[in-house]
C-alpha cells in the first residue's frame, strides 16, 4: 500500500472515530437536557416521603437506564397496579390462548353445573351454552344444581359491602360479572339489558338500589357468592326455557356422575386480561387470582390432609404460589400481594418492583388502556383508592421506548397523575 493510500486510510477512519465520539458526546449532552428537563418536571409536583416514582428508557439492545426516579424501592400501596402482578403470573400459569372451562352433568331429574372459577360467563356466552345444552334431551329436568365448591373460599382481603359493581363477590360459577343491570321503569324494577332476563334474585338485590325515578338505571352487584350461584342457575333456567325449575346451591356433584359437556368459553386468557385492564375490572382480577391456586394443584396448607377431595382454590394457597413465582421470577425479598385487583392497602410494591413487572409484560402491552396523546403511544394503567393514586406503563415517542411508575399514596389534585404524564411525555 502506497504512503498516499495509507494516509487516506487512516484519515478515513480518524474522521470515523471523530464522528463516532462526537455522537456519543452529543448523546450524553441529549440525556443530561433530558435528565434535567426531568427533574424540573417532577421538582414542580413537590413529591413527598409518601411518593414513588421511576422512569426508565429501554435502549435498542434492551437495555433500561433510568432517567428519573424519587424512592423508587419503597414500598407503598399500588391499589389497582396490583392487577399487573395478576397479569404477569396468569399468563405465566396458562398462556394467552387459555379457555376457562365450565362442565355440565346429569341425575335423573337434575341437571348440574359446575364451575372452575370463568370471569366471562355473560349473557352471551350463556346463550351459547343454552343453544349447546339443547343439543342434548333435557327432557324432565326439574333442578339446575349449582356445584361452587372449586372455590374453597371467597372472602377477598380488602372488599368491604358497598353494592358498587367494582366490589363484586367472587364464585366459582358466575354470569355478567355477578353484577346485573336494573332499571326503573312504569314503577318497577326491570332489567336494563334485553339478553339478561330479570331474575328472582336479582330482584330481590334491587330492593338494595336507589332507583325511584323513571328513568333511573344502575348496575350493581349480587352482594354474595349464595346470590351469585342462583343468579346464574336462574339465568340458565330462562335461557334454556325449564319451567317449573328450581335452582339448588350449595350442593357438589355426585362423584360418580361424568361429564356430558364442557363448555369452553369463547373469549380467551388474553380477552379476559384485556377487559380487566381497560375497566379495571376487580372481579376478573381476583377470579383469576383465587384460580391460579387450582390450576396448579396447590392445597391450602389449612385444609385436611386425609381427605381425598382434589384441591380447590383459596386465597391462602393463591398466595402462597403467587409470592413464590415473584420470587423465582424477579428475584423479590419484601413486597405483599393479598389479592389480585388492589382492593387491599395491605398490598404493597415498590416502582422498581412494577417497573420489573412492566419489562415482564412489553410483549402483551396491548392488552394495556391505550392514553396516547402528543405524538405519543402509551399504554398505561392506572391504580385508585382514597388517598392513592397511581399510574405505570409505556410510552413509545419516535423511536425511543420509555416505562413509567408514578404512585402517590396521599390525596393529589383531581387528575394529577394525567397530567403528570402529559408533561413527562412533552418533555421526552
Same mark, same amino acid.
Given at each position: 500500500?502506497?504512503?498516499?493510500?495509507?494516509?487516506?486510510?487512516?484519515?478515513?477512519?480518524?474522521?470515523?472515530?471523530?464522528?463516532?465520539?462526537?455522537?456519543?458526546?452529543?448523546?450524553?449532552s441529549q440525556m443530561q437536557v433530558m435528565a434535567s428537563d426531568l427533574k424540573s418536571t417532577f421538582a414542580e409536583n413537590r413529591l413527598t416521603k409518601s411518593d414513588s416514582i421511576l422512569v426508565v428508557e429501554i435502549l435498542p439492545n434492551g437495555q433500561q437506564v433510568?432517567?428519573?426516579?424519587?424512592?423508587?424501592?419503597?414500598?407503598?400501596?399500588?391499589?389497582?397496579?396490583?392487577?399487573?402482578?395478576?397479569?404477569?403470573?396468569?399468563?405465566?400459569?396458562?398462556?394467552?390462548?387459555?379457555?376457562?372451562?365450565?362442565?355440565?352433568?346429569?341425575?335423573?331429574?337434575?341437571?348440574?353445573?359446575?364451575?372452575?372459577?370463568?370471569?366471562?360467563?355473560?349473557?352471551?356466552?350463556?346463550?351459547?351454552?343454552?343453544?349447546?345444552?339443547?343439543?342434548?334431551?333435557?327432557?324432565?329436568?326439574?333442578?339446575?344444581?349449582?356445584?361452587?365448591?372449586?372455590?374453597?373460599? $371467597?372472602?377477598?382481603?380488602?372488599?368491604?359491602?358497598?353494592?358498587?359493581?367494582?366490589?363484586?363477590?367472587?364464585?366459582?360459577?358466575?354470569?355478567?360479572?355477578?353484577?346485573?343491570?336494573?332499571?326503573?321503569?312504569?314503577?318497577?324494577?326491570?332489567?336494563?339489558?334485553?339478553?339478561?332476563?330479570?331474575?328472582?334474585?336479582?330482584?330481590?338485590?334491587?330492593?338494595?338500589?336507589?332507583?325511584?325515578?323513571?328513568?333511573?338505571?344502575?348496575?350493581?352487584?349480587?352482594?354474595?357468592?349464595?346470590?351469585?350461584?342462583?343468579?346464574?342457575?336462574?339465568?340458565?333456567?330462562?335461557?334454556?326455557?325449564?319451567?317449573?325449575?328450581?335452582?339448588?346451591?350449595?350442593?357438589? $356433584?355426585?362423584?360418580?356422575?361424568?361429564?356430558?359437556?364442557?363448555?369452553?368459553?369463547?373469549?380467551?386468557?388474553?380477552?379476559?386480561?384485556?377487559?380487566?385492564?381497560?375497566?379495571?375490572?376487580?372481579?376478573?382480577?381476583?377470579?383469576?387470582?383465587?384460580?391460579?391456586?387450582?390450576?396448579?394443584?396447590?392445597?391450602?396448607?389449612?385444609?385436611?390432609?386425609?381427605?381425598?377431595e382434589k384441591p380447590g382454590a383459596s386465597f391462602r394457597a393463591s398466595q402462597t404460589l403467587i409470592r413464590k413465582n415473584l420470587v423465582d421470577t424477579f428475584g423479590w425479598d419484601d413486597f405483599s400481594v393479598l389479592e389480585g385487583a388492589g382492593l387491599s392497602r395491605?398490598?404493597?410494591?415498590?416502582?422498581?418492583?412494577?417497573?420489573?413487572?412492566?419489562?415482564?409484560?412489553?410483549?402483551?402491552?396491548?392488552?394495556?388502556?391505550?392514553?396516547?396523546?402528543?405524538?405519543?403511544?402509551?399504554?398505561?394503567?392506572?391504580?385508585?383508592?382514597?388517598?392513592?393514586?397511581?399510574?405505570?406503563?409505556?410510552?413509545?415517542?419516535?423511536?425511543?421506548?420509555?416505562?413509567?411508575?408514578?404512585?402517590?399514596?396521599?390525596?393529589?389534585?383531581?387528575?394529577?397523575?394525567?397530567?403528570?404524564?402529559?408533561?413527562?411525555?412533552?418533555?421526552?
Amino acid at each position: 500500500m502506497s504512503l498516499c493510500r495509507c494516509y487516506g486510510h487512516a484519515k478515513r477512519v480518524l474522521s470515523g472515530s471523530i464522528v463516532t465520539s462526537f455522537i456519543a458526546l452529543w448523546m450524553v449532552s441529549q440525556m443530561q437536557v433530558m435528565a434535567s428537563d426531568l427533574k424540573s418536571t417532577f421538582a414542580e409536583n413537590r413529591l413527598t416521603k409518601s411518593d414513588s416514582i421511576l422512569v426508565v428508557e429501554i435502549l435498542p439492545n434492551g437495555q433500561q437506564v433510568t432517567r428519573f426516579e424519587w424512592q423508587s424501592e419503597k414500598l407503598l400501596i399500588p391499589a389497582s397496579l396490583s392487577k399487573l402482578v395478576t397479569t404477569h403470573v396468569a399468563l405465566d400459569i396458562w398462556g394467552k390462548d387459555y379457555r376457562f372451562e365450565t362442565n355440565f352433568y346429569r341425575d335423573e331429574n337434575t341437571l348440574w353445573v359446575k364451575g372452575f372459577g370463568d370471569p366471562f360467563l355473560v349473557s352471551e356466552e350463556l346463550e351459547e351454552i343454552a343453544k349447546n345444552l339443547t343439543e342434548f334431551d333435557l327432557k324432565g329436568i326439574r333442578q339446575i344444581a349449582i356445584d361452587s365448591t372449586y372455590f374453597k373460599d $371467597v372472602g377477598v382481603p380488602g372488599r368491604s359491602k358497598v353494592v358498587d359493581p367494582y366490589n363484586a363477590p367472587l364464585n366459582a360459577v358466575s354470569a355478567n360479572f355477578n353484577t346485573t343491570m336494573l332499571a326503573f321503569v312504569d314503577k318497577q324494577i326491570v332489567s336494563a339489558e334485553p339478553q339478561t332476563p330479570l331474575t328472582p334474585t336479582a330482584s330481590r338485590v334491587a330492593k338494595r338500589t336507589r332507583l325511584v325515578e323513571d328513568g333511573d338505571a344502575e348496575r350493581v352487584n349480587l352482594v354474595d357468592s349464595s346470590n351469585a350461584a342462583s343468579h346464574f342457575g336462574e339465568l340458565l333456567m330462562l335461557k334454556l326455557g325449564l319451567d317449573k325449575t328450581t335452582v339448588l346451591t350449595g350442593v357438589k $356433584v355426585p362423584d360418580q356422575l361424568d361429564s356430558f359437556y364442557v363448555h369452553k368459553n369463547s373469549r380467551n386468557m388474553a380477552t379476559n386480561i384485556r377487559g380487566m385492564m381497560e375497566y379495571s375490572n376487580n372481579f376478573i382480577a381476583n377470579q383469576l387470582f383465587l384460580s391460579v391456586s387450582g390450576a396448579r394443584g396447590i392445597r391450602d396448607p389449612e385444609d385436611a390432609i386425609d381427605n381425598n377431595e382434589k384441591p380447590g382454590a383459596s386465597f391462602r394457597a393463591s398466595q402462597t404460589l403467587i409470592r413464590k413465582n415473584l420470587v423465582d421470577t424477579f428475584g423479590w425479598d419484601d413486597f405483599s400481594v393479598l389479592e389480585g385487583a388492589g382492593l387491599s392497602r395491605q398490598n404493597r410494591l415498590s416502582a422498581v418492583q412494577i417497573n420489573d413487572l412492566l419489562t415482564s409484560l412489553q410483549q402483551v402491552n396491548y392488552l394495556f388502556k391505550d392514553y396516547s396523546n402528543r405524538g405519543a403511544s402509551i399504554r398505561a394503567k392506572t391504580g385508585t383508592l382514597n388517598g392513592v393514586r397511581s399510574f405505570a406503563g409505556y410510552i413509545s415517542k419516535g423511536d425511543r421506548s420509555f416505562q413509567f411508575v408514578f404512585n402517590f399514596n396521599r390525596h393529589v389534585p383531581y387528575r394529577h397523575r394525567e397530567a403528570l404524564l402529559r408533561n413527562l411525555t412533552a418533555t421526552l
